[in-house]
Nanobody, 115 residues
Framework: QVQLVESGGGLVQAGGSLRLSCAASGSMLSDHIMGWYRQPPGKQRELVATRHSGGSTNYADSVKGRFTISRDNAENTVYLQMNSLKPEDTAVYYC?????????WGQGTQVTVSS
């Protein structure tokens, strides 16, 4: 089992910034992917950014150049720094962990960007 605890969501004006955190604990394999997905109102869940345990990253085109995923290995925490936020970034953001055996999701944190 892997537990994921998210924090850092909230309400921000367009053009502002937020940083999301996801603290992971439990039986994590050395080879894994962690990252963030989001689900806008009335839409399906979509990829935002992921980071492989080896360091490679992947971003959705819609957030490239604005969002940065990073990790504190000592704390097993993944961060999503979100800059230049837009109203279309409004969504519930979910932390994500995947290895060769399992997929785990966090409980979600709301991000609302006002225009």
């Amino acid at each position: 089992q892997v537990q994921l605890v998210e924090s850092g969501g909230g309400l921000v004006q367009a053009g502002g910034s937020l940083r999301l955190s996801c603290a992971a604990s439990g039986s994590m394999l050395s080879d894994h992917i962690m990252g963030w997905y989001r689900q806008p109102p009335g839409k399906q869940r979509e990829l935002v950014a992921t980071r492989h345990s080896g360091g490679s990253t992947n971003y959705a085109d819609s957030v490239k150049g604005r969002f940065t995923i990073s990790r504190d290995n000592a704390e097993n925490t993944v961060y999503l720094q979100m800059n230049s936020l837009k109203p279309e970034d409004t969504a519930v953001y979910y932390c994500y962990y995947r290895d060769s055996l399992y997929v785990y999701w966090g409980q979600g944190t709301q991000v609302t960007v006002s225009s």
